[in-house]
Every structure is written in C-alpha cells, then in structure tokens.
C-alpha cells in the first residue's frame, strides 16, 4: 500500500467509524419481522407442506380455522400457503428493482460528477425532470411503453427510483472529490481512475446502501401495486398485490382473501421502514463526528 492509500484509507476509516447505541425495542421487532419474512421467502417448506396453486373447489371460500389458518379463496386454494409462499415472490421483486435502482443510480451518479460540467449539467437536468414526476406514474408510463410481466415491472420501478440514487451518488461524489485528502492524493499523483475505484466509490456508496433499505420497502410497495392494478406478476402466482387484487371483489363475504396478503404487505413495509429510519439515523450521526 502507498502512503497515498494508508491516508485515504485512514480516512475512510474515521468516516466509518461505528457509533455506539442501543436500538429502541420497536427497532428490534421490525428487525425481527424483517428476519421472519427473510426465513419464510427462503424456506416456505417450513411453514406448510401444500402447494400454493393446489385448488379445491369443495372447500372454497373457507372461513380461518384449524385446518386452514388463513381460510380459502374463491378457487379453494389455501390463503396461509399463498401468503407464506408470496413471501419469496413479492420481496425478490422488491430486492431485483432496488438493486436494479442503485445501481442504474450510481453510473448515473458518478456521471455527473466526473463527466465535467457539461455532462453534470446534462445528467443534472434529466433526473430533475424525472424527480418532477411521482414515481408510481413514472413506472406506470414504463409499464405502459413496455408491457405488462414481472421484468417489466421491476424496470419501470427501477427507472422510477434511480433519480433518487443518482442525486445521492452525485452529491456523495463531488463532496468526496473536494475533501482535502483526495485534493491531495490527486496531486500526488494517484490516477483518477484508482482515486474513484478505491476511495471515491466506496465513501459515496454508504448514504446509498442505508437509503437503499428504505427504498426495499418502497420498491415493494410499489410492486404490489402494479400487480394489484394487472400490470404485474399474473395468475396463478402467489404474489402479494395480485391476492390482494383477486380479494377486493370478496371483502364483504370472504374478507381473509385480501386482508391477510395486505396485512403481509404493510407489516414488511413498515417493518421496513423502521429499520431504514434507524439506520439513516445512525449513519448521520456517525457521519457527524
């Protein structure tokens, strides 16, 4: 390592320095739920041993009991099984759109700060007018130009979300840049390309991994409201906003069909929430020191 390295590095290091504190009680629960729901996507199995596209017409429209938890749907499939194994559909959703989101937002990010100031200017004004429109009707237009699908929905999402993330890593970038230590490295004469690579992208990809968890819960949602409106995942997949779409024509007579894939959805959501919150919070606190 060069002593160019082991001062940025040191000071990298003192950037990231861990703070001390102890999470408040509901900051453990929706650790926990989050933990959960992580255990169910992956092994469903553990929780039931049916299939969530098994159909029983004899028994459909069952009300919650012993021998169906969460009751049946209209087709007699059971709502406990659909539930549990659209766990793994709805949060991968959620996980290829945000994942899809950053980094579509750190190329762009990293653009406009090292593009020169024609590119920044450039960039700069494509993502204010993508920031200009709300994001379910950007991924709505997306949708529209490119189709309904599972694939679809997570670009659209993704294209939705990456002017929140290019920002960020645009203004991480350029505070990085004009830190004293890469000042000095670059007249040391790092390369640019081993300065950004080694330094730049990592110091800039912090505030972006803790938004990113806020934004799991936001990708999510919005996930299951482009399956709820059709533009999503399609029959018979056990995915939350679709059993939630095929539930509202039951409320009256058979409410379990939507309330329990709508409760899934808003627990993990809020679950979410709270952890990306206290997370944020514990980034700029440490980032403050």
Do not use: K
């Not at 039931?48 to 159909?55: G, K, Q, Y």
């Not at 709300?134 to 991924?139: F, R, T």
């Not at 409760?263 to 919070?281: D, E, K």
Request: glycine share 12%.
């Amino acid at each position: 390592m060069t002593a160019v390295d082991a001062v940025l590095a040191g000071a990298a290091r003192r950037r990231r320095a861990p703070g001390r504190s102890v999470p408040r009680p509901g900051v453990l629960v929706a650790a926990a739920v989050l933990a959960l729901a992580a255990c169910v996507a992956v092994a469903p199995g553990l929780l039931t041993d049916a299939a969530p596209t098994d159909i029983d017409p004899v028994h459909a429209l069952v009300g919650p009991g012993t021998d169906h938890w969460f009751g049946t749907d209209q087709l007699g499939r059971d709502v406990f099984t659909r539930v549990v194994y659209g766990a793994r559909t709805s949060l991968l959703l959620g996980l290829a759109a945000i994942g899809l989101a950053v980094a579509g937002g750190v190329v762009l990010g990293l653009a406009a700060a090292l593009g020169g100031r024609s590119g920044e200017r450039i960039i700069t004004w494509l993502t204010d007018v993508l920031l200009a429109l709300p994001p379910v009707l950007l991924a709505l237009l997306v949708v529209a130009v490119l189709g309904a699908g599972t694939a679809n929905t997570v670009v659209a999402i993704a294209v939705a979300l990456v002017p929140v993330y290019g920002r960020l890593v645009r203004t991480e970038a350029m505070l990085v840049l004009r830190s004293g230590y890469v000042e000095a490295a670059v007249g040391l004469g790092l390369r640019r390309g081993v300065l950004v690579a080694r330094h730049v992208l990592p110091n800039a990809l912090g505030p972006v991994l803790v938004l990113a968890t806020v934004g799991f819960g936001t990708a999510l949602m919005y996930a299951s409201a482009l399956s709820f409106l059709g533009l999503g995942s399609s029959p018979p997949s056990p995915e939350w906003g679709l059993m939630l779409s095929e539930g509202r024509d039951f409320l009256q007579t058979a409410w379990w069909i939507g309330v329990f894939p709508g409760a899934a959805i808003t627990l993990t959501v809020i679950a979410v929430t709270v952890v990306g919150r206290y997370l944020q919070a514990r980034f700029a606190g440490r980032a403050g020191r």
